[in-house]
């Protein structure tokens, strides 16, 4: 064999043994990229406090006024169990909450007369691999504004 031959063998020989490893690499790319695009399980809940002008900070409500809020598995894109709805919960018997059909959307309502100087939202769900997470926030009473003067009143000193 000439050393024509002989290099043209091993080069093919090299060849194939780079696109061997290519190939492999390719392989193990893509499932990388198979694990990584699919749903991660959600680890707890953030939230956003998404009320009207009621609300005059993040997480302050005015007792007596509507409020909102709004939550989002984390981390971002994190999944919930299929057909489990995450459940809100209060402390204080003065706050009335409504979830939305998602269970990520409560509305809720405070009395006037409520006392208490905060309360403590909590979002309970199970997620994608039936672990229970949860969050609690905690939502401060702002004192009501001042009612708008209607009028004026008089009173004779002397």
């Known amino acids: ?23 492999d690499a390719f392989e193990e790319l893509l499932e990388l990229l198979k694990r990584l695009s699919e749903p991660r399980a959600a680890q707890g809940f953030t939230f956003k406090n998404t009320g009207d002008k009621a609300m005059p900070t993040n997480f302050t409500v005015v007792p007596g006024q509507p409020f909102q809020v709004t939550a989002s598995p984390i981390p971002t894109g994190g999944a919930l169990q299929a057909g489990s709805i995450p459940v809100w919960t209060v402390d204080d018997a003065s706050v009335t909450l409504t979830p939305d059909a998602t269970g990520l959307v409560v509305n809720g309502t405070t009395l006037a007369t409520d006392a208490a100087p905060s309360f403590n939202l909590t979002l309970t769900g199970i997620n994608s691999v039936g672990v229970t997470i949860s969050n609690t926030q905690n939502m401060a009473f702002a004192a009501a504004p001042a009612a708008p003067a209607t009028g004026f009143a008089f009173v004779q000193n002397s």
């Open 1 to 23: 064999m000439s050393d024509l031959e002989r290099l043209e063998v091993y080069d093919l020989g090299m060849i194939r043994n780079a696109a061997g490893r290519i190939a």
